[in-house]
T-cell receptor
């Protein structure tokens, strides 16, 4: 077990609604990355936060936004939900970028948009 | 063509068999991760490597940077090894943070 937790574990929302997913990083980790994993696919990078600042973003629209708090926990917010947003959302914490530091993944939040 | 390609996509083995999963990538990288994902979603990091070979228990990972290729080997496979194995490459791409790009995963099923 990695010590990274996510909530909720499952969530059902309706198209057009907004959702907030939460991630509690492993103690001492100042970097968190968020990923979207569609069924049968590998994860896709959404964005990364380092010491409360967004310092990298993948090919996701602005309606995907995030926050990292002083205790290094973080949130992923998605506005105006679309059916294609249905996926497993994973966060991974580390002490630095994934080029040099092991990533510790949470169990994920499975979001279903109807 | 995806930046990271894994083969095979599905693999079935009998308990005790030696297993190899391959990962090829098309971009320059500075590190490669092998990850294991069990049903339900949780991902566990198995290896992070940038050259040569690493071993942990029955798992061995190798990488050839020049050939842009990595392999994950499982010796004496066991049904509990059944999972999805994912290769992910790290490329800073001129940025200060870099990002992981993932393969589509290899579904491994080991029968008793």
């Amino acid at each position: 077990e990695t010590g990274v937790t996510q909530s909720p574990t499952h969530l059902i929302k309706t198209r057009g609604q907004q959702v907030t997913l939460r991630c509690s990083s492993q103690s001492g980790h100042n970097t968190v990355s968020w990923y979207q994993q569609a069924l049968g696919q590998g994860p896709q990078f959404i964005f990364q936060y380092y010491r409360e600042e967004e310092n990298g973003r993948g090919n996701f629209p602005p309606r995907f936004s995030g926050l990292q708090f002083p205790n290094y926990s973080s949130e992923l917010n998605v506005n105006a939900l679309e059916l294609d947003d249905s996926a497993l959302y994973l966060c991974a914490s580390s002490t630095g970028p994934p080029g040099a530091y092991e990533q510790y993944f949470g169990p994920g939040t499975r979001l279903t948009v109807t | 063509k995806n930046e990271v390609e894994q083969s095979p996509q599905n693999l079935t083995a009998q308990e005790g068999e030696f297993i190899t999963i391959n990962c090829s990538y098309s971009v320059g990288i500075s590190a490669l991760h092998w990850l294991q994902q069990h049903p339900g979603g949780g991902i566990v990091s198995l290896f992070m490597l940038s050259s040569g070979k690493k071993k942990h228990g029955r798992l061995i990972a190798t990488i050839n940077i020049q050939e842009k290729h990595s392999s994950l080997h499982i010796t004496a496979s066991h049904p509990r090894d059944s999972a999805v194995y994912i290769c992910a490459v790290y490329n800073a791409g001129g940025t200060s943070y870099g990002k992981l790009t993932f393969g589509q995963g290899t579904i491994l099923t080991v029968h008793p």
